[in-house]
């Protein structure tokens, strides 16, 4: 999983603790990133928000619930290569009592690279439906739906493959 940076969740900013080195194993045989490992690296950035609002695998083990992604639209915007830094700046776009989308720029070497969009829902793993959140878990997540109301959301936000802002 990618590394942790501290203070990364500042009010009117995005959520940046995700940095990874691209591994060797994420590389086609173009010596580029494999389109699926673009999806990788965008899911633990996005794991990295839902640990930061108390939704990681710990919650699912204490609460009986977790989040489970539902859709998930990336764009392919540059290669990267072996031997770049990923990094990744989240945007929680959208949520309420029982579902979040975070938006995401994927970067190599701070270049854009890729943006993913994904859409998850909070399921009560006991019961196998969704549920909503616990107060607390409320909580966390609106005031990260707060701190980012103020970002820019980019055009193609909400829009399918091949649609055009």
């Known amino acids: 999983m990618g ?4 203070a990364t969740d500042l009010p009117g900013t995005p959520f940046t603790a995700y940095r ?12 580029h990133l494999n389109d ?3 999806a990788i690296a965008l899911t633990t950035a996005h794991e990295l928000v839902l640990e930061s609002l108390g939704l990681s695998a710990e919650y699912r083990a204490s609460h009986g619930a977790s989040m489970f ?16 830094t990923l990094t990744a700046a989240t945007t929680l776009v959208e949520a309420d009592h029982k579902r979040l989308r975070l938006h995401s720029e994927l970067y190599a070497d701070g270049v854009l690279a890729a943006t993913g969009e994904c859409l998850y ?5 006991v019961g196998g439906r969704t549920a909503p959140f616990p107060a607390d878990r409320q909580a966390r997540v609106d ?8 970002l820019p959301r980019p055009a193609h936000l909400g829009l399918g493959a091949g649609a055009r802002p």
Do not use: F, K
Not at 121 to 125: F, K, L, R
Not at 143 to 150: D, K, S, T
């Open 36 to 38: 699926a490992s673009y």
């Open 143 to 150: 005031a990260m739906r707060a701190a980012h109301a103020g």
């Open 20 to 31: 990874e080195l691209v591994r060797p194993e994420w590389l086609d045989y173009n010596d």
């Open 3 to 6: 590394e942790r940076e501290p």
């Open 69 to 84: 992604t539902v859709e998930m639209h990336l764009r392919y915007v540059a290669e990267v290569a072996g031997g770049q």
């Open 121 to 125: 829902v909070h399921v009560d793993t």
